[in-house]
């Protein structure tokens, strides 16, 4: 009922900036919460950034906070991640997360950040 489209994912060097998005169609009245994780080649998947749909304070790993900010814009139905600062160690595919009342959990299809020394 939900399909997510993720892009923004692209090849920087150290100390560049990049803005993922990632946008969601069909039945996206009962969100509630939004996440960014993401995953390097033979790691587990790790929490990045996290909001809810509603408003509040969002939340952050330590690795990349004061970093990156997570946004998003309702009417868009659009959870972003700015990322700044980058380091080589934020290198990896990220995943946007789209939790409903459903209760569903969506995934994104993946964009690949990729940051050079």
């Known amino acids: 009922q939900v399909q997510l489209v993720e892009s923004g994912g692209g090849l920087v060097q150290a100390g560049g900036s990049l803005r993922l998005s990632c946008t969601a169609s069909g039945r996206t009245f009962d969100t509630y919460y939004m996440a960014w994780f993401r995953q390097a080649p033979g790691k587990e998947r790790e929490f990045v950034a996290g909001m809810y749909w509603s408003g509040g304070s969002a939340s952050y790993a330590d690795s990349v906070k004061g970093r990156f900010t997570v946004s998003g814009d309702t009417a868009k139905n659009t959870v972003y991640l700015q990322m700044n600062s980058l380091k080589p160690e934020d290198t990896a595919v990220y995943y946007c997360?789209?939790?409903?009342?459903?209760?569903?959990?969506?995934w994104g299809q993946g964009t690949q950040v990729t940051v050079s020394s």
């Open positions: 997360q789209w939790m409903t009342y459903g209760p569903t959990t969506y």
